[in-house]
């Protein structure tokens, strides 16, 4: 199976900061690499797709970058709606694999 | 709009069974492969199941080992989860998701359903 590793687990950032969590592979998955953001208490929501693709109705601020060390995903100037967990899920091969999650908390 | 409405969680007993049923609508659901997520209270997302839109490719998470059943009826629009021999490890939140691109099995969730929670515990 391919695991999936995200760092860091948390941050800590203000209003207009930017973010970048970063996604690693423990096999060759190409650009097949998705983000979610999740907020508690709610279904995930798609931010990019094949590793930098944006999602039709995502904000422009989020960005995936697809790099020989591996996938990041910047958030650009964070907002207040952006306070959430963020997952990495690779959609190369089965079995479907997730990172273990970054949690964007409030400084 | 396109939705996506699962049901069918609970509380059951170790060892129990439940069939989790997903309803879509807004979309060409036999156009798309379905897929099954669960989250475990305070946990991260893990894979469960995935099936392809007309049935035919259907893959498992190793961990099920053969105690849960993926299927659909593309003519009701719904897609299924029966889960057999259910453990405490399985209590969490059961979401239902469809996949980003028509013909395409693994893939990106671009819909997902709000979650319907299995509680297995006596």
């Known amino acids: 199976d391919i695991q999936m590793t995200q760092s860091p687990s948390s941050v800590s950032a203000s209003v207009g900061d930017r973010v970048t969590i970063t996604c690693q592979a423990s096999?060759?998955?190409?650009?097949?690499l998705v983000w979610y953001q999740q907020k508690p208490g709610k279904a995930p929501k798609l931010l990019i797709y094949?590793?930098?693709s944006l999602q039709s109705g995502v904000p422009s601020r989020f960005s995936g970058n697809i790099s020989v060390t591996g996938f990041t995903l910047t958030i650009s100037s964070l907002q207040l709606e952006d306070f959430a967990t963020y997952y990495c899920?690779?959609?190369?091969?089965?079995?479907?694999?997730f990172g273990g999650g970054t949690k964007v908390e409030i400084k | 709009e396109v939705q996506l409405v699962e049901s069918g969680g609970g509380l059951v007993k170790p060892g129990g069974s439940l069939r989790l049923s997903c309803a879509a609508s807004?979309?060409?659901?036999?156009?798309?492969?379905m897929t099954w997520v669960r989250q475990a209270p305070g946990k991260g997302l893990e894979w469960v199941s995935s099936?392809?839109?007309?049935?035919?490719?259907?893959y498992y998470a190793d961990s099920l080992k053969g105690r849960f059943t993926i299927s659909r009826d593309n003519a009701k629009h719904s897609l299924y989860l029966q889960m057999n021999s259910l453990r405490a490890e399985d209590t969490a939140v059961y979401y239902c998701?469809?996949?980003?691109?028509?013909?395409?099995?693994?893939?990106?969730?671009?819909?997902w359903g709000h979650g319907t929670l299995v509680t297995v515990s006596s």
């Open positions: 998701a469809k996949v980003l691109h028509r013909q395409q099995l693994d893939d990106a969730f671009d819909i």
């Open positions: 807004g979309f060409t659901f036999s156009a798309y492969s």
């Open positions: 099936i392809s839109s007309a049935g035919s490719y259907i």
């Open positions: 096999q060759n998955i190409d650009n097949w």
């Open positions: 094949a590793g930098s």
């Open positions: 899920q690779q959609a190369n091969s089965f079995p479907l694999t």
